[in-house]
Every structure is written in C-alpha cells, then in structure tokens.
C-alpha cells in the first residue's frame, strides 16, 4: 500500500534524544534494579530459576486475583500460548482489534487462526462491542481485546457476548497494568490476560511477558509449553519420566529480567501514580482547546493506567511540527494493522477507523516527564497550531 501524503511528514520527524527535548517514551529503570541484577549475575542462576518463580508468586497476589502468573520471554511469548491454552487450532475464527500492535495479530498466523478485525469505539479506541456483536457467529472460538493505551475496555458488555457463546476472552493488556474496571484489576477479569514488559512499559524486564490464567487446571500445560514441552519439576528428578507428548516453545523468561522486574513491581504505586497525575494534568490542561480531544478523558467507571496519552487532534500534520519546533515529540505509536500485507490488507468495513486514522496523536508520559512539563506541552497546544 502507498502511502499518503500525509504521512510524509511524519518520516521527515527523526526520533529524538533526550537532550533534544521531551522525548515520547523513556524506559523506567529503578535504581534497585541495578544491585538486583548483580545479585543474580554473580549466583548461580541466571536462566529461569528462583527470580522467575518469586516474581510470579509477587505479581499473582497483586495483578491476578484467583488466577496464576505465568512468566515469558515478551508479550507476545504470553499471547501465543494464551492462543494455545484457549483451545484455539488451524482454521478456527476469532474476533481481534484492528487497532493494536501487530503482536496481537500475528500468532494467529503462527497457528493458521483465521481472524475478524473489529472497528474501534471512537471515544475509546479501544474494540467496538457493537462491530463485535455483528462479527460473532457460531464459528468464533474466542474474542481478543486491547485495552488501548492503558484504558479498560466495556467488559460487562463483552463478557455477556463471550458467555452467550460460550468462548474465552483472551486481554492482550500490554498498555494496561495498573488499570482496573468497576474496582475490578485489569487481570482478574478475563479468561487470559497478557502484560508486557517491553522496554518502555510501566515495568521493563528489557524485554518480557507475564500471561494471568484463571483456571488453574491449564497451568501445568502452560509450565511445559512454555519450555519446549517438557516437565521441568520430573526432569530435575534425574530420572526418565519425562517424556514430551506436546510441542512446546522456548518462551521462558530469565532471572536477570526477573529481577528487574521485582525492583520495578516493588515502586509500582509510585510509577503508576506518578502516570496517572500526568493524564490528569493533560486532562486538565487540555481542556477547552478547539480541535483537539483527550481519548479516555471523562469515562467514571474505570481507572486508566496512563501509558499513553492519546489525543484526536484536527490537521496533525501541523500539530506534529508545532510540538516538534517546541522540542516536544509526538507519534501515531500504532497502526491499524489492516494497512499490513501480511495481515490480508486494507479492510472496507471499519469505518470508525477510517475516521480516526488521520487525526489520532500520541503525547508524552513517561516516568521522565513532570506535571511542569506537561503544562508546558499545553501551553504550547493552546497557542495554536
């Protein structure tokens, strides 16, 4: 597909350092993290071992409710096997956000999943339940869903359609750690719930994955995917009761992530509040200026985890070069991922979409960022652009 002339621009704007400004993302690397990881640098386990298990034990009690923890290699990792878990084989259909990362989407090539691409709410962007409810049929086995930007999606309404068909829903929460819905945590809700610790998440392992299952009957299956297949515990007996009867993958996370990510779970309520007062400051600050909307700004019933802050602005183009002349950085982040060749190409009925496709901005929020330098951002934006 060519591309717009629009978006032109857009590849004229080279990322920023730093020095240069205020940068749109910054990995949050907490200053424990570094005496952790040479803790496990100078022992005697630096693969999946103590760290991993302390680190699922750690993050079950906060994030998972009844469910289990299961730590990956990256997001991705996590959704493949959530994929697996869920039953899900060659030729079977589901429902999926056309407005994502391509993680979410490309498993299902892995598997030969055929996929639906829902239309995105426009005050949300998050999966629209009404394209969803004219997408379902008997054929869907599952419905996938992404809490864009670290908003919740409508989940009463989801899950009466999930249980009318009786299939899983399956939450690529990538964005969304720290978000809840209805006092309700983002990971005790759904059947299959992914995070990401990709480098400039809330919590960074470098790179990683933790995946929350609730029924706890799947989790022994999980342990030996996650690890080529095999049953560790029976291995480390040293003996042969230990056959493979599964194809598994190599989806383990080390302890050298692990214990980054324990120093960072350890500050996570300063990390999300932090983020949080942030989106309110944009929120406030924000307000009132003609030709631009804060996604996620006014709903009551859910809490935002604030990883991104996603705005509709008029002529973006523009707006892009007036913050990029303040120092300021901004980008699109995501794509529809219909606009991939491998994803089967533009689709012609998601007009919700189409409408947003040119107007969605993403500003900074980041554990770098302070309540002065958003004010500054909109003071910026309120002058015009």
């Excluded at 899900?88 to 391509?102: A, R, S, W």
């Excluded at 945590?185 to 480098?199: L, Y």
Aim: hydrophobic share 40%.
């Amino acid at each position: 597909m060519e591309k717009s002339h629009k978006e032109k621009p857009m590849d004229e704007m080279p990322v920023m350092n730093e020095s240069e400004g205020i940068v749109l993302f910054y990995p949050n690397i907490p200053k424990t993290a570094i005496a952790e990881v040479t803790k496990v640098l100078q022992s005697r386990w630096i693969g999946q071992g103590p760290r991993v298990a302390q680190f699922e034990l750690e993050f079950s009690e906060r994030f998972a409710g009844k469910g289990s923890s299961l730590a990956v290699g990256s997001g991705t990792d996590a959704l493949h096997l959530a994929y697996i878990l869920a039953g899900l084989k060659e030729g079977d259909e589901v429902i999926t956000p056309v407005f994502t990362c391509t993680a979410t989407t490309i498993p299902f090539l892995y598997m030969g999943v055929k996929f639906r691409f829902a239309d995105v709410d426009p005050e949300t962007l998050n999966i629209s339940v009404q394209h969803v409810r004219e997408l379902i049929s008997d054929k869907t086995k599952a419905i996938v869903i992404v809490p864009y930007g670290g908003l919740p999606c409508d989940m009463d309404e989801l899950q009466a359609i999930a249980k009318e068909y009786n299939i899983p829903i399956i939450e690529d929460a990538a964005h969304a750690l720290g978000a809840t819905y209805k006092g309700k945590k983002v990971g005790e809700i759904s059947d299959f719930t992914m995070f990401s610790f990709q480098a400039i998440k809330h919590i960074t392992t470098g790179d990683g994955g933790m995946l929350i299952i609730q029924d706890k009957n799947l989790v022994p299956k999980a342990e030996r995917i996650r690890w080529f297949g095999i049953d560790r515990s029976n291995k480390q007996k040293g003996n042969w009761e230990n056959d493979i009867w599964e194809v598994g993958y190599k989806y383990q996370m080390t302890d050298i992530g692990a214990a980054m990510g324990l120093a960072a779970l350890h500050e996570f309520d300063e990390t999300l509040a932090h983020r949080q007062k942030l989106f309110q400051a944009y929120r406030k600050g924000l307000k009132g200026i003609s030709g631009i909307k804060l996604i996620g700004a006014e709903l009551t019933d859910r809490t935002h985890a604030a990883w991104l802050c996603t705005c509709l602005v008029e002529n973006r183009v523009d707006f892009m070069k007036k913050l990029r002349e303040h120092k300021i950085e901004s980008s699109q982040v995501h794509f529809r991922n219909d606009r991939y060749t491998i994803l089967g190409g533009r689709r012609n009925d998601l007009p919700n979409m189409d409408a947003i496709e040119e107007n969605y901005i993403v500003l900074p929020l980041h554990s770098h960022v302070t309540e002065e330098n958003v004010n500054y951002i909109c003071e910026v934006i309120r002058k015009g652009w």
